[in-house]
Nanobody
Framework: QVQLVESGGGSVQAGGSLSLYCAAS????????MAWFRQAPGKEHERVAS???????TYADSVKGRFTISKDNTKNTLLLRMNNLKPEDTAMYYC??????????????????WGRGTQVTVSS
């Protein structure tokens, strides 16, 4: 069965960096749509970044130039490198995957698998 386990969250000061990891099992990430979402308290899930089957990437405007999504197919792991973090980046970050989606920029509810999340807290 498909499982996603996030790690790497933590607390940093504004301007700092963190790397998030999503270890996948039960399938090969190379054949799936993969994405990072986040949810701040009282808000909806927001798609942060997606990596498509062809390896291309897309980002939310709020993180462009600061975040980088990538896949390590040999380790079956999805990564999110976050630089120049801001207090508004504070949220629970989730990894998501789907085998059949055509558009990897789809909303949270369209993905078939999600991890339990890792907390990122950025202080000013």
């Amino acid at each position: 069965q498909v499982q996603l386990v996030e790690s790497g969250g933590g607390s940093v000061q504004a301007g700092g960096s963190l790397s998030l990891y999503c270890a996948a099992s039960g399938y090969s990430i190379g054949s799936y749509c993969m994405a990072w979402f986040r949810q701040a308290p009282g808000k909806e899930h927001e798609r942060v970044a997606s990596v498509h089957r062809d390896g291309s990437t897309t980002y939310a405007d709020s993180v462009k130039g600061r975040f980088t999504i990538s896949k390590d197919n040999t380790k079956n792991t999805l990564l999110l490198r976050m630089n120049n973090l801001k207090p508004e980046d504070t949220a629970m970050y989730y990894c998501a995957a789907d085998r059949v989606l055509v558009y990897c920029n789809s909303a949270w509810g369209s993905f078939g698998y999600w991890g339990r999340g890792t907390q990122v807290t950025v202080s000013s």
